[in-house]
């Protein structure tokens, strides 16, 4: 089993920035992808992005590219998604989620993620 929380939501101004985390225990080994979401209300959960343990490889949804950047800190088995430019279509419950796949993988589909954490709440205002 892995758990994972997210920390660092907030309520921001547009144009602010924001760093959420995403601290990982228990099976961590096993991890290979960490992923982050995005959930508005009355809307389906959207991929943000994501990077692999291995190599650092990073992956966005177009409308963050540029704005959002995903970093990890090995030692600590901890994910950031480092948030600037928020705009008010930003607002959401981000997760972060786990991997465990190895072949087959569409890391921007919720379900190839086999772990999941609670959320934080981001809120931008214009």
């Known amino acids: 089993q892995v758990q994972l929380v997210e920390s660092g939501g907030g309520l921001v101004q547009a144009g602010g920035s924001l760093r959420l985390s995403c601290a990982a225990s228990?099976?961590?080994?096993?991890?290979?992808?960490m992923g982050w979401f995005r959930q508005a209300p009355g809307k389906e959960r959207e991929f943000v992005g994501v990077i692999r343990w291995s190599g650092g490889i990073t992956s966005y949804t177009d409308s963050v590219k540029g704005r959002f950047t995903i970093s990890r800190d090995n030692a600590k088995n901890t994910v950031y998604l480092q948030m600037n430019s928020l705009k008010p279509e930003d607002t959401a419950v981000y997760y972060c989620a786990a991997s465990n796949r190895a072949v087959g993988v569409v890391y921007t589909v919720s379900g190839f993620y086999d772990y999941w954490g609670q959320g934080t709440q981001v809120t931008v205002s214009s």
């Open positions: 228990g099976r961590t080994f096993s991890n290979r992808a």
